[in-house]
């Protein structure tokens, strides 16, 4: 009797330890997954922001520089692609960020050619509107970087959590799957050549 009662607790103690171990790795998998998803959706967040200023800025620069409208309609094209271009946080996928990435550097891209127009009025360089847009888009950028960075910080914590023993064993069983991260562009570690003679 005496045996069996203690077989019986032995039993009732491994499952208890094999349910909690269960558990906790399975909700800490849930949690680092909403992680990833919460800094996704900041990331989408400051990018949406530099797409509303966007209009703004376009159309103060029009008001200086209207025979310029190759360039302003480049840039109309580049924003309507990118906020176009949207990411479900389930799917982040190296392809669909690939696709994402393309979009938002095409629009970073013509508002690049938009500063080098801008450089040939004078006196819209010292348009108060002009030049609080242009800090504020500034200062977007800086937050895109910051945020793509912590974007990448949560997903690397939470792909490697998932390939740790025994995580990855039970993050296959319930169809978690590693993230993709921002990569930098092919060509970002070369410096940009600039002239100024054009």
Known sequence: MKKSIIILVV???VLFIGYSMFKSTYNNMVTKGE??????AQVEN???????LI???VNTVKGFAAQEQEVLIGVVEARAKATSVNID??????????AFQQAQDGLSGALGRLMV???????????????????????????????RQKF???????NTYLK?????LFAGMFGFEAKAYFEAVKGADKAPEVDFSK
Do not use: C, H
């Open 164 to 168: 740790k023993f025994p995580t990855n």
């Open 46 to 52: 400051v990018y949406q922001r530099r797409g509303d």
């Open 152 to 158: 990448n910080d949560t997903t690397k914590e939470y």
């Open 117 to 147: 127009v801008v450089e040939k009025y004078p006196e819209l360089k010292s348009n108060q509107n002009f030049l609080e847009l242009q800090a504020q888009l500034e200062g977007t950028e800086n937050r895109i970087a910051t945020e």
């Open 89 to 98: 946080a389930s799917k982040l996928t190296a392809d669909n960020m690939q």
């Open 55 to 57: 209009p703004n800025l």
């Open 11 to 13: 039993i009732g103690a």
């Open 35 to 40: 992680q990833v998803t919460a800094q996704w």
